[in-house]
């Protein structure tokens, strides 16, 4: 079936533009999850829905950073205002965990923005 | 708080001969490890994870790990390394038990496979 499947792939802005990532999950998984990998930090957990909600925001770096997932779905998430350090590859992954279960995450091609 | 070091940010080996990437974790809980794989310009594959079940787990490919709770140990092997293994490896530790959902990864081995 489908993987995870996130657009675009590449992004190049300008600095103090915003953006917006898309990602589409597998079909019927509730929980998704956005990361971001970049050189100096490595790979780093930003925010977790479950259903349309976001329980764990924990990771976003700043109010800059939003994300929204509507009809258990589709999910964006928005850099307002970006800066150069806001250069990374965005990773989006789901997964369809239950209590109980192991969550096992599936990942997303990526999206690689690039702030001039 | 859940941690994981990977010991070696660079592993070079013939092709044909066992691969050994090496993985220590700390986890205040339970912990469920995972081993992902990603090839250049490509997402993240799961190769293999343990849940509490056995402690020895085969994953794709050829790859299998042990889960040592008494050294904190999720080390990843492979008899005999193809040239298609070339690639980066995270080493991964949840803690969902938690309730943090939170993957936090390990800070990568790139694997050289010499023809």
């Known amino acids: 079936g489908a993987g995870v499947s996130q657009s675009p792939s590449n992004k190049v802005t300008e600095k103090g533009k915003d953006v917006e990532l898309r990602c589409d999950p597998i079909?019927?998984?509730?929980?998704l999850y956005w990361y971001r990998q970049s050189l100096g930090q490595g790979l780093e957990f930003l925010i977790y829905?479950?259903?349309?909600?976001?329980?764990?925001k924990s990771g976003l770096p700043s109010d800059r950073f939003s994300a929204e997932r509507t009809g258990g779905s589709v999910s964006t998430l928005t850099i307002q205002r970006t800066q150069q350090e806001d250069s990374a590859v965005y990773l989006c992954?789901?997964?369809?965990?239950?209590?109980?279960?192991?969550?096992?995450?599936?990942f997303g091609p990526g999206t690689r923005l690039t702030v001039l | 708080a859940q941690s994981v070091t990977q010991l070696d940010s660079h592993v070079s080996v013939s092709e044909g001969t066992p691969v050994l990437l090496r993985c220590n974790y700390s986890?205040?809980?339970?912990?469920?490890l995972f081993w992902y794989v990603q090839h250049p310009n490509k997402g993240l594959q799961l190769l293999l994870k343990?849940?509490?079940?056995?402690?020895l787990v085969k994953g794709i490919n050829g790859f299998e790990a042990e889960f040592k709770k008494s050294e904190t140990s999720f080390h990843l092997t492979k008899p005999s390394a193809h040239m298609s293994d070339a690639a980066e490896y995270f080493c991964?530790?949840?803690?969902?038990?938690?309730?943090?959902?939170?993957?936090?990864f390990g800070s990568g081995t790139r694997l050289q496979v010499q023809p």
């Open positions: 992954a789901s997964s369809s965990w239950t209590s109980g279960s192991t969550d096992t995450q599936y």
């Open positions: 343990y849940t509490s079940a056995a402690t």
């Open positions: 991964v530790v949840s803690a969902a038990d938690t309730g943090r959902r939170a993957l936090t």
């Open positions: 986890s205040s809980y339970s912990p469920s």
């Open positions: 079909s019927g998984h509730t929980a």
């Open positions: 829905f479950q259903g349309n909600s976001a329980p764990d």
